[in-house]
């Protein structure tokens, strides 16, 4: 069965390092979308993108969020310069038309 | 202020037992969803749903549009059904999830 794939599994960063997380989605799948969780709490909507470009985004994804499809395949996520807030699981999903298929997520630890 | 309230939050049910959780929203939705996070953080969509009821295996989601309610069951329960339940919406410019049910099966 095809798998959203995400890398890192766990990143730890000093605080006020950028951080590039990477997903790889399902091929054929056209929109794509970035969730977080921090421990212990609910999942978040970060934001989503389809036609190589943002369609929607919370008001957690200031300034400091970036996303892109480099090439095609890959969709990333960038934090440009972290906080000790930004410790959260961050979860990559895709879908085409029916359900969604979430990766395994990155744990972002910033110390 | 929740958009998306599930309950109960916490589950124990004995094997076989038949098991409902229920998720409440009060936003318009395009669609419903209902995810299974297993212990090590991993989400699994179960369900996306706009209307009427969907069935998979053991699994059945139901929803109201009217009444905003909607109902995830799972029928002869199962130690590997052991997991956090979360209903999320999609209001077509949004995400909201609920804070997820707790399931704990006991052999």
């Given at each position: 069965e095809p798998e959203v794939t995400q890398t890192p599994s766990h990143q730890v960063t000093q605080m006020g390092q950028e951080v590039i997380l990477r997903c790889v989605p399902i091929?054929?799948?056209l929109y794509f979308y970035w969730y977080r969780q921090i421990l212990g709490q609910k999942v978040e909507f970060l934001v989503s993108f389809y036609n190589n470009e943002i369609s929607e985004k919370s008001e957690?994804?200031?300034?400091?969020f970036s996303v892109e499809r480099p090439d095609g395949s890959n969709f990333t996520l960038k934090i440009r310069s972290t906080k000790l807030e930004d410790s959260a699981m961050y979860f990559c999903a895709s879908h085409l038309n029916y359900g969604y298929t979430f990766g395994s997520g990155t744990r972002l630890t910033v110390v | 202020k929740n958009e998306v309230e599930q309950s109960p939050q916490n589950l124990t049910a004995q094997e076989g037992e038949f098991i409902t959780i229920n998720c409440s929203y009060s936003v318009g939705i395009s669609a419903l969803h209902w995810l299974q996070q297993h212990p090590g953080g991993g989400i699994v969509s179960l369900f996306m749903l706009s209307s009427g009821k969907k069935k998979h295996g053991r699994l059945i989601a139901t929803i109201n549009i009217q009444e905003k309610h909607s109902s995830l069951h799972i029928t002869a329960?199962?130690?590997?059904?052991s997991a956090v339940y979360i209903c999320a919406v999609n209001t077509g410019n949004q995400f909201y999830f609920g804070t997820g049910t707790s399931l704990t099966v006991i052999p």
């Open positions: 091929s054929n799948h957690i994804f200031d300034d400091q | 329960s199962h130690p590997r059904d």
